[in-house]
């Protein structure tokens, strides 16, 4: 595990698909990006907002999706327990995993910590995607377990860190990208 230092940069994934009180989930994204620039840390790189399509298949509306590079001085379990607060300011519900929100916000990488450990790591980025649908970590993972398969994480990640490192599969943000099948990348669509 890495230790994380002062002023260190994270990665977060913001997600939704439901229009709740007339706020669509693009604006709700950006409402989101303002309260975390209060209480996380400084926004130094945003992406396009992205369309993109529900998963799993069905589950849904399409997506509003984008990610972020924030400066903070938090602790990666402070950083989540934050985002999860704006998650429920914001009207999050976890109903049903994988199912519709109104926000998610997903902390991928904090600098280049492994967290708790790089076993833990290794069983929750392996898992089958029959398990993951039901099951899911009581732990704080990262670099979050699922990056190197999501285009709707990737695509954006790109705009903002293409050249970021995972630090366990040694892999570009640009390089998991270009790995995906094109018919992936190009269902995320920029807004």
């Known amino acids: ?78 950083i989540l327990t934050r985002l999860h607060e704006i998650e429920a300011a914001f009207g999050r519900e976890r109903v049903q995993r994988w199912g519709e929100r109104t926000l998610d916000l997903d902390l991928l990488a904090v600098g280049d910590a492994v967290l708790p450990d790089r076993a833990t790591w290794d069983h929750w980025a392996g898992l089958p995607l029959d398990d993951q649908k039901v099951a899911a970590p ?10 190197q ?22 892999k570009t943000a640009a390089d998991m990208c270009a790995a995906l099948p094109a018919e992936q990348r190009a269902e995320v669509v920029a807004l």
């Open 149 to 170: 398969d999501r285009a709707f994480v990737l695509v954006p990640l790109c705009d903002v860190a293409p050249d970021w490192t995972h630090p366990v599969l040694g």
């Open 138 to 147: 009581d732990q704080l993972i990262l670099p979050h377990p699922r990056i």
């Open 1 to 78: 595990m890495s230790a994380c230092s002062k002023g260190q940069f994270s990665l977060i994934a913001l997600g939704g698909n439901v229009t709740s009180n007339e706020i669509t989930p693009e604006k709700r994204l950006l409402l989101a990006m303002d309260r975390i620039a209060e209480t996380v840390g400084d926004i130094t790189d945003q992406s396009a907002i992205y369309r993109t399509p529900c998963f799993p298949a069905g589950a849904g509306p399409d997506y509003a999706n984008a990610v972020i590079r924030v400066r903070t001085d938090l602790e990666p379990a402070d």
